[in-house]
Antibody
Framework: QVQLQESGPGLVKPSQTLSLTCAVSGASVGSGNNYWSWIRQPAGKGLEWIGRIYSNGNPSFNPSLKSRVALSLDTSKNQFSLRLSSVTAADTAVYYC???????WGQGTLVTVSS | QAVVTQEPSLTVSPGGTVTLTCGSSTGAVTNGHYPYWFQQKPGQAPRTLIYDTSIRHSWTPDRFSGSLLGGKAALTLSGAQPEDEAEYYC?????????FGGGTKLTVL
């Protein structure tokens, strides 16, 4: 059974860069037909897809966030990472990492953007 | 980018049947959109119910089924239980970007 766990700062200042890591167990981030994804959810709102990175390192992004997002894989640590630059209060949300297919999710981590 | 639409809210009686739908602004939803369905209860992470249109996850009760219906992806719940009250989201792969629907709040009453 695949398990994912997000980690990173819970508070980020405006204009800085949000950095999160997703540790994976039960699957290898660098192999298989797997898409490693980041999704976020502001309080009381719906889910928003941020982007995904294929097991070969090929990324794709939500067009509305593309200019601010970077994704990476670390096969040595079996984890993948999200960097979101120039954050504002609108980036405050619970951030989830997930593996597709077939859709395994981390428990989510709340990131608040505030000075 | 495509807009993915779901019913904002639906109500079903215990033991009843309800169908949730997921449409795309760019046209008919097909198997090539690899539709996913997720269930989310308050304070919890989403949980995948259905992927690739109709494949149940290992933990998905068989009262949930996925299909294509009238140009949309559909999630049918047959024999609703009180514990099925939740928010349901669909996801479509839209020629590159992945897009979530806005969610359907399902009430079992």
């Amino acid at each position: 059974q695949v398990q994912l766990q997000e980690s990173g700062p819970g508070l980020v200042k405006p204009s800085q860069t949000l950095s999160l890591t997703c540790a994976v167990s039960g699957a290898s981030v660098g192999s298989g037909n797997n898409y490693w994804s980041w999704i976020r959810q502001p309080a009381g709102k719906g889910l928003e897809w941020i982007g995904r990175i294929y097991s070969n390192g090929n990324p794709s992004f939500n067009p509305s966030l593309k200019s601010r997002v970077a994704l990476s894989l670390d096969t040595s640590k079996n984890q993948f990472s999200l960097r979101l630059s120039s954050v504002t209060a609108a980036d405050t949300a619970v951030y989830y990492c997930a593996k597709f297919p077939p859709g395994s999710w981390g428990q989510g981590t709340l990131v608040t953007v505030s000075s | 980018q495509a807009v993915v639409t779901q019913e904002p809210s639906l109500t079903v009686s215990p033991g009843g049947t309800v169908t949730l739908t997921c449409g795309s602004s760019t046209g008919a939803v097909t198997n090539g959109h690899y539709p996913y369905w997720f269930q989310q209860k308050p304070g919890q992470a989403p949980r995948t119910l259905i992927y690739d249109t109709s494949i149940r996850h290992s933990w998905t009760p068989d009262r949930f089924s996925g299909s294509l219906l009238g140009g949309k992806a559909a999630l049918t719940l047959s024999g609703a239980q009180p514990e099925d009250e939740a928010e349901y989201y669909c996801l479509l792969y839209c020629s590159g970007p992945v897009v979530f629907g806005g969610g359907t709040k399902l009430t079992v009453l």
